[in-house]
């Protein structure tokens, strides 16, 4: 079986073409490298001793997706690509509308002419909005997304179930990531920022290795045990493997589902900074900033219909997700 990845250069794509490989699928990339480095494919190669098939593509790029499935046999795709600081979407909306909506219509249009109807989409737990209180479940209203990056995601699942109203041969999975941290074991593929990482594990990581100063945490005035926010952190590797089961269902049957990957556990930022600097043994320099608006004091999931429908659940725990990001960011201080 032969898969396409978009975005697979990226993070989440990288980690998991590792275990569909090891899985024993095929996997086709293509990836534009607006927000990767092409030695993220090298890497997936020395990982796994494989040639990889990577194509320098965008998915807004209906000639090159065209040729691309008349040169390869793709049986189902999984779509990373896109772009995802929440931020940068608030200045630049029009760019992630189109990237991220003009590009998985246009991939949608030469998957459905390929003919082979079969997707798994990188969503996330942003479409939950602020006012779900968590555990949040698959069930629980989307909608009230708090910048132009989560409206992408909420708009791209419409529009996915649109298209499986339309024609219920395809079959599609949804999948609302929760906190994705960590690295794999070999240290040699991981999280990579261009820039100042949004992200709080990035940020964390990056003080212990001296690239930044000091980390500032968010707010300790929220209700919660140490005033600080909380979040469902998931190890990529468990988030790679719930795709592969994932892909599993979408090969096995037609429909649409959508599932929550997370540990269903809560960890506070205090929490994450203290199990980091347990495992690194560096001393994390941080002090307390003003809330980061758009932030809700709470959020982790049920990950309960993952594991009923799938029997996937993240095994992994934060301090091997500490570990696992500090060998990565130690061996590649400066990235890829
Ligand atoms: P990433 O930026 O590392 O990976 C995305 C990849 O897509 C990059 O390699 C980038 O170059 C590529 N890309 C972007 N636009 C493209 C285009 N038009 N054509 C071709 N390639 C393009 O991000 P990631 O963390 O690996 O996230 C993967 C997906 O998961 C994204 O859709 C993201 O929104 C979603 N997601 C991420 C998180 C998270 O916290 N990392 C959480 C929830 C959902
Ligand atoms: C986690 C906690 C912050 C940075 C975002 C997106 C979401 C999804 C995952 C893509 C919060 C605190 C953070 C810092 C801090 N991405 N923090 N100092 O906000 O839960 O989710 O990434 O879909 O859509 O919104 O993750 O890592 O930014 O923050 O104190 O420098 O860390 O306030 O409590 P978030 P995060």
């Known amino acids: 079986m032969s898969v396409l990845i978009t975005g697979g250069a990226g993070y989440i794509g990288s980690h998991t073409c590792v275990e569909l490989i090891n899985a024993g699928y095929d996997v086709v990339i293509i990836d534009n490298f607006s927000n990767s480095s092409p030695e993220a494919i090298k890497r997936i190669g020395k990982i796994t001793g494989r040639e990889i098939k990577c194509f320098n593509c965008d998915i807004r790029d209906s000639k090159g997706l065209e040729k691309i499935f008349a040169g390869n046999k793709i049986d189902a795709v999984i779509h990373f690509a896109g772009l995802k600081a929440v931020g940068e979407s608030i200045h630049k909306p029009l760019e992630y509308y189109d990237n991220n909506i003009g590009g998985t219509v246009t991939l949608l249009e030469s998957i459905k002419k390929a003919g082979c109807k079969k997707i798994v989409f990188s969503s996330s737990a942003t479409v939950y909005g602020m006012k779900n ?157 003003p809330r980061r608006k758009g932030d809700v004091a709470v959020c982790f999931a049920d990950p309960g219909k993952a594991l009923r429908e799938l029997g996937w659940k993240a095994e992994r725990d934060v301090d091997e997700m500490c570990e696992d990001t500090w060998r990565w960011q130690k061996n590649n201080p400066e990235g890829f």
């Not at 791209?156 to 994705?180: C, K």
């Not at 964390?204 to 968010?218: D, P, W, Y």
């Open 133 to 289: 209180t968590s555990p949040l479940k698959e069930d629980m209203p989307t909608g009230g997304t708090t910048n132009p990056y989560g409206t992408t995601k909420l708009y791209i699942e419409q529009i996915l179930r649109d298209l499986y109203a339309s024609d219920g041969e395809w079959s599609i999975s949804l999948l609302r990531y929760f906190n994705p941290i960590g690295a794999h074991k070999s240290g040699l593929i991981g999280e990579n920022p261009r820039d100042i990482p949004n992200n709080l594990m990035p940020y964390i990581s990056q003080v212990a290795v001296g690239r930044l100063r000091c980390l500032n945490v968010f707010g300790n005035d929220y209700d919660t045990p140490d005033g600080t926010g909380i979040r469902d952190y998931i190890h990529v590797v468990d988030l790679a493997a719930g795709h592969v089961k994932a892909l599993e269902k979408v090969l096995g049957e037609s429909g649409i589902s959508v599932y929550n990957l997370g540990t269903g556990k809560g960890v506070s930022v205090l929490e994450l900074i203290h199990a980091f600097e347990k495992v690194s043994g560096k001393k994390i320099n941080y002090r307390i900033a």
